[in-house]
């Protein structure tokens, strides 16, 4: 595999490809090992005489990319599920082309651009599917998720190959070189991903955990803030004193946006201000009359229900 690709194609990757990929692997990993706990790292086998044995490989997916190219950008917007027999290196045409069909007809502009899997780094036997796929799209795209956690990193675990055909020895041969990219977002994605963000976590995590990374966050960006400003400030100061150039620039920069401070505080900020926090207390207060409502009515239901069961054995009429 060469280091980087040479072809000078520009990649904007979505976020919800990444999002499909990761749900797959992990339903199909809940589906091969589903004793395990998904929080814990650690593969155990089935004892001996159990039915199954649980394997300590974790399980690959194998799925379509789909998108739209412009010229050199290629912009990868979606993505659907392949099956695939590792044993036989054979993709199953019928389902492919039935899926392709079907997308189609929601989205006629995009096209299948290439395919996904899972794994630390591409592999050999990767490329009969990538060959598997040229006669849809001559020049296939590779889209590897690593779903080994690694706390250090601090990029995506997504690479991105095209195919290039190198002199090896002699012989001709396609190997899959790494291309660098971008994530883009629409406005429906971004409001997506924040929702999925902030979902409570299914392992029993609580609202104070919560709370708790959140105001981590907060104080992890105040303080990186912090040590900018103090940055900033000490290269004032020493410009102030003579001890570096001063350079007018950078000066009219730092005005710029000092002048901003102060619109904070104008009346006209102060009212929109209050309008928006009354109208969010108005809606939360609405909210809560509506689960009062729909309590009260659930209350009268049963209550109704009850009442009528009594009475019938008792021969009287509700009356409600």
Not at 137 to 147: F, G, H, R
Request: aromatic content about 8%; some cysteine; proline content about 5%.
């Amino acid at each position: 595999m060469a280091s980087s690709s040479s072809s000078g194609l520009t990649f904007k990757l979505h976020p919800l490809v990444i999002v499909n990929i990761s749900d797959h692997y992990t339903r199909v990993k809940s589906q091969m090992n589903p004793t395990l706990a998904p929080s814990h790292g650690n593969n155990a086998a089935a004892p001996n005489g159990a039915d199954g044995v649980v394997s300590t490989l974790p399980p690959r997916v194998y799925g379509c990319v789909i998108g739209v190219q412009k010229g050199r950008t290629v912009e990868i917007f979606n993505s659907f599920e392949l099956l695939y027999d590792p044993s036989t290196h054979s993709l199953d045409r019928t389902f492919l082309e039935k899926k392709q069909e079907l997308y189609k007809k929601v989205f006629p502009h995009f096209y299948i651009l290439g395919w996904y899997s899972t794994g630390s780094d591409a592999e050999e036997s990767d490329m009969h599917i990538h060959k598997a796929l040229m006669d849809i799209n001559e020049s296939p795209v590779y889209v590897l998720l690593n779903p080994s956690i690694n706390h250090s990193q601090k990029d995506l675990p997504v690479s991105i190959y095209e195919s290039e055909l190198h002199v090896i020895d002699g012989i001709p041969q396609l190997i899959f070189v790494l291309s660098s990219y971008t994530i883009e977002t629409v406005e429906a994605e971004r409001i997506s991903v924040d929702h999925v963000a902030h979902l409570k976590p299914s392992d029993g995590g609580s609202a104070a955990t919560q709370l708790a990374a959140h105001l981590t966050g907060i104080h992890s960006a105040i303080k990186m803030l912090h040590s900018r400003i103090k940055v900033l400030h000490h290269y004032l100061l020493a410009m102030q004193k003579g001890d570096v150039p001063c350079e007018n620039s950078l000066l009219r920069q730092v005005s710029s946006l000092l002048r901003r401070l102060p619109a904070i505080e104008s009346g006209k900020f102060q009212d929109d201000f209050l309008m928006e926090y009354n109208d969010t207390l108005l809606i939360s207060y609405l909210a809560m009359l509506t689960n009062c409502s729909s309590g009260m009515n659930e209350l009268v239901d049963k209550f109704n229900t009850a009442y009528d069961r009594h009475t019938r054995r008792g021969g009287r009429t509700a009356f409600m």
